[in-house]
């Protein structure tokens, strides 16, 4: 059993939400599961650099979305908004390495007005990436967030990305992108998706 200084044991659960202690007896047992020693000079702050990072790489799980969303202006404007290239990095689900690429979203805003600041879109990818993901639903709750809380004409996520499970393990395509979108309201009548596609992808 590990012992935990203060330093571990104050970012536990009630700070950041996610229990570093555990991890770190985890990340102990999978270091003698692959036949390495745990207490040799190089590997005996990996537990808790590790329970570190997996603090960061889930921190979403514990943020929420309507509190990011919370605050909105008055603008006058009722056609696309669009941030793209938003680079983010996620966590596969299924074998926990990750998955990275470039988001792009956008939303017309509604009758009342409700715009958001510009970081907020990328902050709203950052919340639903930073959790155990597939890359399907991602995109889904990244769009269906501002459906909900912008209350917009309609709204567009595209998400490019690489998996790293399918680069560095199983089938090795290293290179091979997946690109999903979810698009809601105003923003799937022809026209208006034909619009929003060419500003995406018009680099
Ligand atoms: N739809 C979807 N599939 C994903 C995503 N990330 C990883 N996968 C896939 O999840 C699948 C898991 O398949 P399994 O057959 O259960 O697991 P596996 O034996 O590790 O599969 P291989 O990767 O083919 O070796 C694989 O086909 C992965 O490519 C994602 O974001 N969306
Ligand atoms: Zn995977």
Same mark, same amino acid.
Do not use: W
């Given at each position: ?61 514990h943020?929420? &979305? ?7 202006f ?9 941030? %793209? ?12 390495? &990750? ?6 979203v ?13 970081? %907020?879109?990328? $902050? ?7 959790? &155990? ?17 912008l ?14 499970c399918?680069?560095? $393990?199983?089938v090795?395509?290293?290179?091979? %992108? ?5 698009? $809601? ?10 619009e ?6 018009? %680099?």
């Amino acid at each position: 059993m590990t012992e935990f200084d203060d330093d571990t044991a104050n970012l536990t659960i009630a700070n950041s939400g996610v229990d570093l202690p555990r991890i770190e007896r985890a990340v102990r047992e999978i270091l003698e599961a692959i036949g390495e020693d745990p207490d040799r000079d190089g590997l005996v702050e990996t537990p808790k650099r590790v329970a570190k990072a997996y603090g960061e790489f889930f921190a979403g799980l514990h943020e929420d &979305p309507a509190e990011l969303l919370a605050t909105t202006f008055d603008i006058d404007h009722d056609e696309l908004v669009l941030v %793209k290239d938003i680079p983010f990095y996620s966590t596969c689900e299924h074998h926990l390495v &990750p998955f990275h690429g470039s988001a792009h979203v956008g939303y017309i805003p509604g009758p009342e007005g409700k715009v958001t600041g510009l970081s %907020k879109l990328a $902050r709203l990818v950052e919340v639903y990436a930073r959790r &155990p993901q597939v890359q399907e639903r991602l995109t889904t709750q990244i769009v269906e967030a501002l459906m909900e809380h912008l209350s917009p004409r309609g709204a567009m996520v595209v998400i490019e990305c690489e998996h790293m499970c399918m680069s560095m $393990r199983g089938v090795r395509k290293p290179g091979a %992108k997946t690109v999903t979108s979810a698009v $809601r309201g105003q923003l799937r009548e022809p026209a208006t998706r034909a619009e929003a596609m060419s500003l995406i992808l018009g %680099k």
